[in-house]
């Protein structure tokens, strides 16, 4: 059987709580520089665009 | 339908593989309860992407969507729609992130930033929604093999129950990773054909003509923008705070893997979603507007289809709802296991002792959900209860923790917000204006979450804003 990853943080226990500097782990992250909610909006109107095409494929 | 006879060595080595596959993970793969809750960490991109898939197809929604569709024409596209175009926006914006916290549960993430409170809060609504979800999934499965094996519906939930419970029991997130795969690939194939024999069966597109409604092949359908708005305000909002699929990208062998699987697999599912729309307009166009929703596809299925084909879908549900049971069980268990037995019951237990448990709990959860779904059996109104109570109180917060620092400062704004939120829809599901109540959905006059959504959003971004400006002055 191939050993688990682990990491430090993985045996802290289950209270574990973070400190102030933890508190932006996440963001040492980088995001993509497109606005999150443009970009959500974007995939919602591909999404339309999806199905205006399926519609008009079946109109014949 | 008691014309069908399906082939049974197809179904019976499909059940065996997933068994074998089940047995294969157990011996080579399972030796702590890490591997049974996030496969150890060790995930390629292409099976978290094949997992990620099959878990948003299921027979739910093969089964539901179609049903949808019949009344509400292509637009039932966005019953499903939704969740997987926002598992891409999580590819990039979300998965990453969670994986730099280390953590396996979502509670997990909330006892870290606030503490115990807010963690059992969050497992409270989270633990709503996914026993909702597992209920639903394993309704549709059990009402699929109770039509074909001509069995109750409580002989046909311990069926499904306990073929599903026996590989997950056994090998955890490692067999659903290697199952969901295989699924996927079953759903595909069978759907797919059934779609393609209804054209080829019913004279091609011009059976379509016998629907007089302009709206039912239109972007908005039936229901008109509000449902729409409504199906895709509910879907993204579920899928912010959906443990089952979130813990796909925990399971990842690296923060790449995990955005390549999301990305993939939300693509592939983007693209399958047109499927059960497709079968349910098929249907209104075979069978009338009169046909039940929930009699849709398997209308299609035993009428159109047929012979080995029809035992391939046949397959095909059982494949669909699996995956999708498998993971929302697995995620229960996971919470049942770390959240309250490791947290706070027995934090000292032994590794081997851990190990048992999450087994356990595997077998609670599979009861639990089959109770539920025998005394409350409506199919996606079931899996949407849920779903809008988390959809408006953890699912937001998750975002906003991710997105933005502040939030993970203002613990008393984070549990107000989950509390209000999950209470202003819980109000709004007793109290609200309902439409019409169908066959597969409740239709409400403003859907809930169209309510509890904007509520916590608001709540959370002024009271974020109060709570830190304190705390900074």
Known sequence: MEPAKTD???????????????LDLMDRVELPRMNPWLSLALLVLAGFAYVWIWGVLLRG | MEE????????????LLM???????????????EDMAV???????????FSVAATWINGTTLIGISGVAKD???????????????????????????RATRIITVPQLFERFYGPRHRLVSLSLIILRDLGATAGVMGSLAVVTSSILNISLL????????????????GGMWAILVTDAIQFFIVSIGSVALVVFGFLGSGGFSVLQSIEDPEFLGSFGTGGPSQVMAWVIIGISITFGYQSVIQRGLAASSTAAAHKGFLYGGIISTIWYMVPPLIGVLGRALYGADISGDDVFLRMTFGVAGGQLGSIIIVGILAASMSTLDSTINTIASNFTIDIYNRFLNPNASPRKQLWLYRLNVILVGVL??????????????????????????????????????????PKTVLGSMLAGASVIILYQVLGSVQEVGT?????????????????????????WWETQRHSS
Do not use: N
């Open chain 2, 440 to 464: 597969i959905v409740v239709v409400w006059t403003i859907d809930p979450i169209l309510i509890g959504v904007p509520f916590t959003v608001s709540l959370l971004a002024i009271g974020t």
């Open chain 2, 39 to 49: 496969a150890g960490r060790s995930s390629g991109p292409w099976l978290i992407a």
């Open chain 2, 369 to 410: 959900a089959a109770a539920i779904y025998y005394v409350f059996p409506l199919m996606i109104e079931l899996f949407w209860l849920g779903g809008r109570i988390m959809g408006a109180s953890v699912a937001p917060v998750v975002a906003a923790m991710v997105l933005f620092p502040r939030v993970r400062r203002a």
């Open chain 2, 72 to 98: 509400f024409g292509l637009s039932a596209y966005w019953t499903g729609g939704s969740f997987v175009l926002a598992t891409i926006w999580m590819s990039y914006y979300v998965v990453p992130r969670l």
């Open chain 1, 8 to 22: 430090p943080q993985d045996h802290k226990g289950e209270s574990y709580r973070y400190d102030s500097h933890e």
């Open chain 2, 19 to 33: 068994f074998g596959i089940g047995i294969w993970a157990a011996r080579t793969r399972v030796g702590r309860m």
């Open chain 2, 155 to 170: 002989q046909s939930l311990a069926l499904v129950g306990a073929l599903t419970l026996v590989y997950v029991f056994l």
């Open chain 2, 4 to 15: 069908f006879q399906p082939s049974w060595w197809l179904i019976v080595t499909y059940l």
